[in-house]
């Protein structure tokens, strides 16, 4: 799932992506040459598609691109001061994904990315019920300088027709200069520090063992996601990112009160990036891609697709009231409280019944066998008494 997160004080901009469900992501990393063997367009790209069609028999259907490992590049080219230079990717036979750029000094233009399919291949499209090539245009008219990388770490979703393209961790250069890809970055818009945020001040430097000073548990936020007039995902979180760089570490809570989210739903996917689960039968936290700029300037990006949290039963929601920690790397983890989410089989904008996380089960389970203990206690003591009090009936009788 994704959430896009407006300025959080000492933060900057903040875009943490979450999915759950079973989501590939791929990179592409393309290197062009001109005649005279030096680099003349280079582009790492990490990306994800999937395409959504109609079947024979009137059902929706959802599927990913392939590994992009074994796409081949014919048809790009360099391009010049009169002809535009271009990335032409091949997925297979069936699908094309391509990015037009055009030099008109003293910037490039990332003009458009163009992606392609093709309906009558049956191998990746079987009983497609519309055949043929569909091609979705999406313009860009992004200038950037000459001799500048343009880069973009933050999550960009776009969906055109029955395409979802989701990108990040963008490094482009076209028209390179000399043969050298340049070491000036001109930043995407979401990756840019937030002018009106008044940066943090530290009075005190951490030490290289201490932790994060308490930031105290963050607000719990609901955010929904509706597709038509129908709720298709809910989640009820508090959220708290813990970032640890050089041995020195932050703790940045989330105010759901000045945090703004997207999200949209599709037979198969919700984004907040959601997709089925390992069996069919369960969904669980998959991904999570975070970009955000800290109080030094610095940029601070992390993702791992291998991530196996909040698993549950579809047509359940996960909840867990307890602090629990997911850890996303080695330098960053994410805190959450009071955590409540569904993805899919939503019925009347409510959550269904709970799967409870072990923290929480642990407690419910220790308030019976705490009760069972003082219900036993007690019950030895009202033994012990009547025992006592016998006693003393028997020797008053033998008195008389």
Known sequence: MCFRLSPVPGLGLVLLGLLLGSFQSYALEVTLTNSENATCLYAKWHMNFTISYETTNKTQKTVPIPDTDNATYDGSSCGDDKNGAKIVSHFGPALTWTVNFTKKAPN???????????????????????KGIITVDEAVALEVPLNNTFRCKSLTTDRRDSVVQTYWDVSVQAFVQNGTVSKKEYLCKNDRPATTVAPIIHTTEPSPTTT?????KPEVGNYTVSHGN?????????????????????????NPKTTSFTGSCQPQTAQLRLNNSKNENRFYLKEVNVSMYLDNGSVFSVANNNLSFWDAPLGSSYMCNKEQVVAVSGTFRINTFNLRVQPFNVTG????????????????????VAVGVALGFLLIVVFISYMIGRRKSRTGYQSV
Not at 109 to 129: E, W
Not at 349 to 368: H, M, Q, R, V, W
């Open 108 to 130: 490039y233009l990332i003009d458009s990315i163009l992606f392609s399919y093709d309906l009558s291949n049956s191998t990746l499209f079987p009983d497609a019920k519309e």
């Open 212 to 216: 994060p000073t308490p930031k105290g």
């Open 230 to 254: 129908d709720t298709c995902l809910l989640a009820t979180m508090g959220l708290q990112l813990n970032i640890t760089q050089e041995k020195v570490s932050s703790v940045f809570n989330i």
């Open 349 to 368: 904008g409510k959550y269904s019944t709970a799967e409870e996380c072990a923290a929480d089960s642990d407690l419910n389970f220790l308030i019976p």
